[in-house]
């Protein structure tokens, strides 16, 4: 993936140089989407001479197709440049990108780890967004120098003061501190290294202790195994070197180590302070796993550095093969993501109405969907899933605890003494005119306000605790639609609290679907299951008897509707002209309904299985 | 081998009606020349498949269009050319000919669309001498609203004038077209037309559920303002009713839509719905030969610029298929040995337990409530044809 195939010249003759410690800068850039980060990254890169104007793609680091498309970073990437200063010497930058969306703030977090201070990169004409402001409370919060930068000045909706004010008031620097660039056009931008040099702090750290080095990410190369994005603390590391993780315990040889400038050059060592990466013949993600701290065998370090959290999967769904003799190839396909995705959690599942598949954990709704589209494409399957649901705590009547993650587990009302579900910390950033239509969303969705506050004149920031339930599906969609595409959300997961929760199931004449059961709290039972049936009697095409469709709870129907027999085709004519358009026609009839899913003699489309997922609200 | 059955498409109309289907324009578009061109090509691609007919042929079908909308003489000069018959007044439909050099039988059909508006008793009489055996009439309904809702350009007194015609010079073997779930169509006006239809006597009649198609929609969502789901709804629920009738008044129903007198069956396209092959000419026009199939081009345009057919191959399996969809359409069913490969077995079980297949000495057809359902049932017993052994090429 990183072995980027272009004719990169030479980096002269400091390029190999091992650069003293207090030349050093490692930083990233806090940017919303579309705010330029990327252009930004590659206006950088380009000042320093880092690529070759003629080679140099739009947007280098972002590798992935799909990143690309979506113009979203979803890996962290790390790449060095060198800076001359005039009298000083040159300077070994180290740009680590981040993600920018609101699924990924554990990435976030693991490479500012890396990192001594951040580029808090704001669109003069947007403003500071949601997600900007959560991660650059993380940034606050690991101590990081921030250098506040406006961006797009170019551009004639900019408006620099408001937004400077807004950035003052975040994080209480003075006006002369905040940088206006355009990173388009390069304006300010040289002004800006210097700035990085002059006030992200050089990297601490100590070059005699024994070695330590962050995973702060990594990816699976299948030629070369696992290769970890390392940011040396103390000591350095060689080619030849023995080393040990902490938390993984294994023992590996160090292959090769390098940098990224931007595709992976190997230098043969990775000295204190410095960003690279680091192969070890390492073959299972889990033994160089990322938050993990690198040692030598030889001298070994006593504590291990701070940083390491497990990912905690939000969002799940259920994933089946539409043909069910893929099931191996999306059994493979989802063991090759997850080398490279340390977050993707699955494990396998059976659906009475869907056969085999696979439960999935993801960071988020954007993760799930970036996962099914890579799935879908890269491995050219063709995949149902189930409606994403949160995870469960169950108290039963006797005491036992259960998680519940499929719905289809979830007891019924009789068993259970309390149910409890996560819920998050959200903030919303809206104009404030928008201000009406969010709380009523926010409260139609069982959230509690917490804090309103202006963070300038006319924008405003909502503070709401929800259920994670009510933000799965359709939440930040219809957000965006209330409030004509401005508001920005960000939230963090805040622990689990009771609900007065049940379980809904869908019966189709007469045979509970179980792919289509939800959990839903109890006031709003009655409302989805009546959206749900209505739907559900569109999708499902008549069949030559009656079908009935039940929306239930327990054994208590609460909606209901039905599919009338079908009595009559349409009698269309068939003469010698037709013959040909008839019988294609009957074979795309028969071809659509073999795609369709059994359930008891009733045959439904794929489409009834996402039905709820219709984003009409009623 | 050879064909016994020529189709042949005259594609003008005085004006379209906006819910047509077929391959079709208005006559002023090219104006007389072209239609005489498109005459002299037509006359040129008959000479072109005689070595791949089988003559005398059986069934000359002559549709549209309206072919009883161009000049007279284009129309009866054709038909004697097909007929070779010379000009000698006869009276009923299935008077005797002249033998050697008719492309047609003595006693083959040669039937003709044509449309109220278009025809008068002297007409009539011409292609009578011309050789047309059996005339097909496009009435669709009697009533002034819901031939407006087809946007059809048709009086009532048009109407009345053309059946006069037919009665006047003694027509016999004529069928009469219904089409049914007209938008604003009831109960009342239903029977009224079935009523019309067979009080005006013909040996046929056909009835068929309106097709909705897109510039149709348009039309009647834009254009007039009516609603169709009703109607829809409607024929769904009264089709059957319809039929009935039909049958009441001695209309044998003999394929899913048409319904005869007995003996007055239509032998064309009876040929179809057997598996027949049949040689077709003009814009649009299919032919089925050997194994082959061959589709003209669909406009006047494309077929006067010569653009040649598009060719599809149709393999055994193909043809048995073929042999299925098209002859559970009728009374007579299929024979349910030449079929068994094509059909899975408990899929037929399964529509005759439901009581829509049945079984009479070795054939297997429609039951009544079949009729209604049957691209349903074809759907369920129809095993899937295996993609290799279909093959296109233009």
């Known amino acids: 993936m990183l072995s980027f195939s272009v004719d990169v010249p030479a980096l002269g003759y400091y390029s190999y140089l091992m650069s003293d410690q207090s030349h050093i800068r490692n930083f990233s850039i806090i940017a919303h989407i579309d705010h330029g980060k990327s252009t930004l990254a590659d206006r950088i890169l380009q000042l320093t001479d880092s690529v070759a104007e003629r080679q140099m793609r739009d947007q280098l680091l972002d590798r992935m197709d799909l990143e690309r498309e979506r113009g979203i970073t979803i890996k962290a990437q790390a790449v060095r440049a060198y800076y001359k200063v005039e009298g000083e010497g040159e300077y070994q930058l180290n740009l680590i990108d981040t993600p920018g969306h609101v699924d990924f703030s554990y990435e976030v977090s693991r490479s500012l780890a890396a990192c001594e201070g951040v580029l808090l990169v704001v669109d003069a004409s947007q403003g500071i967004e949601a997600q900007t402001l959560a991660n650059t409370y993380l940034a606050l919060e690991n101590d990081l120098e921030i250098i506040p930068v406006l961006n797009k000045i170019d551009l004639p909706m900019a408006e620099p003061e408001r937004r400077a004010e807004e950035l003052m008031n975040l994080i209480g620097c003075a006006p002369e501190d905040i940088l206006h660039i355009s990173a388009k056009t390069g304006q300010g931008v040289d002004r800006l290294l210097d700035g990085i040099v002059q006030r992200i702090p050089p990297p601490r750290g100590s070059v005699d202790d024994p070695p330590r080095a962050l995973i702060f990410d990594s990816i699976y190369d299948q030629y070369r195994g696992v290769v970890a994005f390392l940011r040396v603390v103390d000591g350095g590391f060689k080619r030849g070197d023995e080393i040990r993780s902490f938390v993984s315990q294994r023992r590996s040889e160090v292959e090769e180590v390098g940098i990224f400038s931007p595709d992976m050059r190997s230098t043969g060592r990775l000295g204190t302070g410095e960003v690279g990466y680091l192969i070890a013949g390492v073959k299972n993600v889990s033994d160089l796993r990322v938050g993990d701290t690198l040692t030598l065998v030889d001298r070994p370090a006593e504590k291990p550095l701070p940083g390491y959290k497990e990912a905690v999967p939000m969002v799940f769904c259920g994933l089946f093969p539409i043909d069910g003799d893929d099931y191996p190839v999306l059994k493979d396909a989802l063991e090759k993501l997850a080398l490279n995705d340390s977050s993707l959690f699955w494990e396998p599942e059976t659906s009475k109405a869907l056969g085999f598949g696979f439960r999935c954990g993801f960071l988020g709704l954007l993760h799930m969907e970036i996962v099914r589209e890579r799935l879908e494409r890269e491995f050219d399957l063709e995949l149902l899933a189930t409606t994403p649901n949160v995870r469960y705590q169950v108290e039963m009547v006797g005491g036992e605890v259960r998680t519940v993650s499929n719905p289809v587990d979830f007891p019924t009302p009789g068993d259970m003494e309390e149910v409890r579900e996560p819920y998050i910390s959200a903030g919303i950033l809206v104009p404030d005119e928008f201000v009406g239509a969010v709380m009523e969303l926010c409260q139609d969705r069982r959230g509690a306000y917490r804090d309103m506050e202006y963070i300038s004149a006319a924008r405003v920031r909502l503070a709401y605790d929800l259920p994670l339930a009510e933000i799965v599906l359709d939440f930040f969609d219809i957000l965006k639609s209330r409030t004509r595409g401005y508001a920005s959300l960000d939230y963090e997961m805040k622990g689990y609290e009771v609900g007065d929760l049940v379980r809904l199931d869908i019966l189709i004449a007469g045979d509970v679907v179980d792919a289509l059961s939800l959990v839903v709290h109890r006031d709003k039972a009655y409302r989805v299951g009546r959206r749900m049936v209505e739907r559900l009697r569109r999708q499902i095409p008549r069949q030559l008897f009656e079908v009935p469709i039940q929306a239930a709870i327990g054994s208590k129907v609460i909606a209901r509707e039905t599919v009338r027999a079908i009595r009559k085709d349409v009698v269309a004519k068939c003469y010698g002209g037709d013959v040909t358009r008839k019988r294609k026609l009957l074979e795309k009839q028969k071809a659509g309904k073999k795609r369709m899913k059994t359930v008891g003699s009733v045959d439904i489309p794929q489409e009834a299985f996402l039905a709820v997922l219709d984003l009409d609200e009623d | ?394």
């Open chain 2, 1 to 394: 081998m050879g064909s016994r059955h020529l189709y042949i498409h005259i594609p003008f109309c005085p004006s379209r009606c906006r819910y047509c289907d077929f391959a079709s324009e208005a006559i002023h578009v090219g104006g007389e020349y072209r239609i005489e061109r498109y005459f002299r090509m037509l006359h040129s691609e008959i000479q072109g498949f005689l070595p791949e007919l089988h003559l005398p042929l059986e069934t000359v079908y002559v549709g549209g269009g309206t072919p009883t909308a161009v000049r007279r003489g284009l129309l009866t000069e054709l038909l004697s050319r097909i007929s070779q018959r010379s000009g000698s007044a006869q009276g009923a439909g299935r008077g005797p000919r002249e033998e050697g050099g008719a492309l047609i039988h003595p006693d083959g059909e040669l039937t003709v669309e044509a449309n109220p508006g278009t025809v008068d008793a002297e007409y009539l009489a011409e292609l009578m001498r011309a050789g047309v055996t059996r005339l097909s009439l496009g009435v669709q309904s009697f009533h002034p609203e819901l031939l407006r809702s087809l946007g059809r350009r048709v009086e009532i007194n048009q109407l009345d004038t053309a059946i006069g015609a037919v009665k006047d010079v003694g027509w016999l073997d004529w069928n009469l077209d219904l089409v049914f779930g007209i938008p604003g169509q009831d109960r009342d006006s239903m029977h009224r037309d079935i009523y019309s239809a067979v009080q005006a006597r013909p040996t046929h009649i056909s009835l068929y559920d309106l097709t909705y198609t897109r510039g149709y929609l348009d039309y009647l969502d834009q254009e007039i303002q009516v609603p169709f789901r009703d109607a829809q709804q409607f024929a769904e629920d009264h089709y059957a009713e319809a039929a009935d009738l039909l049958q009441d008044a001695g209309y044998l129903r003999y394929e899913i839509s048409n319904f005869a007198l007995p003996g007055y069956e239509s032998k064309h396209n009876q040929a179809y719905w057997r598996g027949r092959d049949y040689a077709g000419v003009g814009v649009a026009a299919v032919s089925t030969l050997g194994g082959e199939r061959r589709t003209n081009p669909d406009t006047v345009d494309e077929y006067l610029r010569r653009r040649p057919p598009t060719l599809e191959s149709l393999s055994p399996p193909v043809r048995l298929y073929e042999k299925v969809m098209l002859g559970l359409r009728t009374r007579d069913g299929v024979d349910e040995e030449e079929v068994a490969s094509a059909l899975d077995s408990k899929s037929v079980e399964e529509m005759v337990d439901r009581g829509l297949l049945t079984r009479r000495c070795g054939t297997l057809c429609l039951t009544r409530r079949g009729f209604g359902l049957c691209n349903t049932v074809l759907i369920a017993i129809l095993r899937e044809v295996e993609p290799n052994q279909v093959s296109e090429h233009p």
